[in-house]
Every structure is written in C-alpha cells, then in structure tokens.
C-alpha cells in the first residue's frame, strides 16, 4: 500500500508568498568541476511525526494530502497502473513503480553528469547564505523527489521544494528544509513570483501544455542571478553515428521492435499535446528570450541502451546498464497510454517483448540523446 505523509498543496486559491527565514552557513558543494560550465556552448518514506514535510510557508497551505483520505481524488487507475487525476498531457504512471523507475533514472543522470547539475559555479552562487532572505529552490515536476531530498542535503541552508501533479512514493526521509507540494505548472507560476533563486525542470516537457510560455513564467519567479535548469530526453533512437533513427514498419529492412515501440510512444505522446516536440527547441527559446538571461548553455549527451561500446570505462559501463534498465521498465510504464491511444493489447504486448528481447541481448547498437540546458539570469540577490 502506498505510504502516507502530507503533502503542502498550492492550489489556485492559495495565498503562497515567499518564504523569508535567517540563512545558514554552509560549505556545501556540487561534485562537478567548474570548467563543466559552458556559457553559450552546445556539445518512501512516511514522516516520522506524521506531519508535513519540511518546514511550511508563512502563509500555509490549505489543504493537506493524506493518501489513505484522498488516494481516489488525486489518483486514477488506467489499464492497472495509478496516474494523476488532475491533467490529460501527463501520461506516465503516478505509482510506486513509476516512482521507482525516476529515482533509477535520477542515478543514471547524475552518474553521467558527474553531479546533480550542470552551471556549478552559478548554481554555487546563487544559493549562497546571505543575510535577510533564505535561498530557495523550485523543482517543477519532482517526481519521485530524488532530486529535492539530495539537493535538501547537499545544500542544508536552502529552502528546497518540490511541485508535482501527485505525491512521491518517497525512497528516504526528506530532510527538513524540504517540502512537497502538489499543483499543477499548467495553471500558472506567477504566485511565486520573485520566490526561488533555482529552478529545475527534468523530464517535464510533456506535460507542459505550453513550454515557451512556462519558460517565460521560470524568468519571473527566479530572483536576480537564479539560474533555470532543464533535462531533457529526447525520445529518439540513435544509431551508433548518433544518428535519429525514422520509423521503420515491420517487413521492411532494418526493422527493430525497439524502433516500432519508441515510434509509437511518441505518436501517443504527441496525440495529447505538443510537448513532446519542445525538448530540442528549449536552447533555441533561451535564446529567444533575449536579454531575460545573462548567459545561457547546453550540453548534449548519448547515453548507450546497454554497454555496447567498446573499451567503455567502469562509470560508463555502470550508466549505460542504467539506462537499459530504465528502459526496461518505461516499457511497462507506456503500456496503458498505448492502449489509450487505441493499439490492442497484443500489438502493445508483442512490440514489447521483442524491444525488450533486442535490448537485453544487445542486438542494436543504439543511443539515447539527453540534453541539459541552463541559463542564468541577471543580476544578484542581496
């Protein structure tokens, strides 16, 4: 049974306004080196006290989530998996095996990066103690909330808070400068204007219904010198030249069950909103923006599905199984929004095996491109 712990909510009728506490001192650091920071460049667990997690704003929340009250409100099944019951745009699970498959995938991507994010030194910066104000952290779409509990850690003086359309299923306790809330980022962000000095968003395209204009509310509630930190994946295959792959029905040469499932995932995906399309057109929009960012960076990565290549390095070996992993398990995850689309149940059964078959014996060589961007605004908070 899911664990329950409260969770602050940030309805459209809140009055949330900033948090505004004495600051800490911290010698608290990211494990990544400066020079990863290229300016411009593209290469669950219940609360022991049974209260809310973390501390609460000074205007509190008003409503309060207790999964064993209000598991059948904010969740949903849909072909045996749970999912939010709030937006249509979003159709990964919202369960504890979803849950699962983000703290995996959290692991692989900070492996990979050497760290929880790129931009250090302005990140560093940013969150710096300083007198009159606590620095403050907004992670749009939290997930299972690795991201919040580890950078709660890592940075004990900040306030770190974690939005998404449901509750984590959480793997530790959070520490207490975290906390949860549940809303969703397509009603709006601006109530939290001028209120975080960073915020993150991984993996949240899809559910965003429109991301330009998400990207013009992120501006408005960072604060002078916040920093806005993307992740995304891209949702193609790639071949071994890092190549996207095109569809290729079954019959024809070349076909893989891995190509013909990730096809069809994106058509599904595609099908309840634009968002999938937004991942490879975010750097561009930083741009865009102008002068609403002082610098702005991307770094793209390929990850290998599977430990393929050769003379890979212990660390590469260890993240490249991690994605095969996580693979394997957002096969299982897909499956109800494919049968929503409309494919039958044994179309969607047979593709999966096989995917899962191809990758597990390493038959194709393929990458998965990851993208992360950051852009860093002017100015500095005093």
């Given amino acids: 049974m899911q664990e329950s712990y409260n969770d602050a909510w940030s309805p459209r009728s809140s009055d949330f306004s900033c948090f505004s506490s004495s600051s800490h001192p911290s010698d608290a650091d990211d494990e990544l080196d400066d020079n990863m920071s290229r300016a411009g460049t593209s290469e669950r667990e219940e609360s022991a006290s049974g209260g809310e997690s973390g501390r609460s704003s000074p205007s509190p929340s008003v409503y309060s989530y207790h999964s064993s009250i209000d598991g059948n409100v904010m969740l949903r099944d849909i072909h045996g998996r749970?999912?939010?019951?709030?937006?249509?745009?979003?159709?990964?699970?919202?369960?504890?095996?979803e849950h699962g498959r983000l703290d995996l995938q959290h692991e692989m991507l900070k492996k990979k990066r050497g760290g929880l994010f790129y931009a250090p030194q302005a990140v560093r910066k940013a969150l710096a103690s300083r007198e009159g104000s606590q620095p403050s952290i907004l992670d749009v779409g939290s997930g299972s909330g690795s991201w919040v509990i580890e950078m709660g850690r890592l940075f004990p003086h900040v306030e770190v808070v974690g939005l998404d359309l449901v509750p984590a299923n959480l793997s530790s306790t959070p520490p207490s400068n975290c906390r949860f809330e549940c809303d969703d980022a397509n009603l709006g962000l601006l109530h939290y204007k001028g209120c975080f000095d960073v915020v993150h968003a991984s993996c949240v395209a899809q559910g965003i219904t429109?991301?330009?204009?998400?990207?013009?509310?992120?501006?408005e509630i960072l604060r002078p010198g916040?920093?806005?930190?993307?992740?995304?994946?891209?949702?193609?295959?790639?071949?071994?030249?890092?190549?996207?792959?095109?569809?290729?029905?079954?019959?024809?040469?070349?076909?893989?069950?891995t190509l013909r499932l990730v096809h069809a995932i994106r058509d599904a995906m595609r099908a309840r909103g634009p968002g999938i399309d937004a991942y490879p057109k975010i750097f561009g929009w930083l741009q865009d923006q102008g002068n609403v960012w002082e610098s702005i960076g991307q770094k793209i990565v390929y990850i290998p599905l599977g430990p393929w290549e050769d003379d890979m390095s212990e660390r590469d070996k260890y993240t490249s199984e991690l994605m095969r992993q996580d693979f394997f398990r957002m096969i299982q995850s897909v499956r109800p929004m494919l049968l929503?689309?409309?494919?039958?149940?044994?179309?969607?059964?047979?593709w999966s095996a096989g995917a899962h078959e191809e990758i597990k014996i390493?038959?194709?060589?393929?990458?998965?491109?990851?993208?992360f961007t950051w852009a860093i605004k002017p100015g500095q908070t005093t």
């Fill in 82 to 97: 749970m999912f939010n019951n709030t937006s249509d745009h979003y159709m990964l699970p919202a369960d504890a095996a």
């Fill in 226 to 257: 916040g920093v806005f930190l993307t992740v995304a994946g891209d949702m193609h295959i790639h071949d071994e030249n890092r190549n996207a792959l095109p569809l290729i029905n079954e019959g024809e040469p070349g076909f893989t069950y």
């Fill in 340 to 350: 929503s689309y409309g494919w039958f149940d044994e179309t969607v059964d047979k």
């Fill in 362 to 371: 390493l038959k194709n060589k393929y990458y998965i491109r990851w993208l």
């Fill in 210 to 219: 429109t991301y330009r204009k998400f990207m013009d509310e992120v501006a």
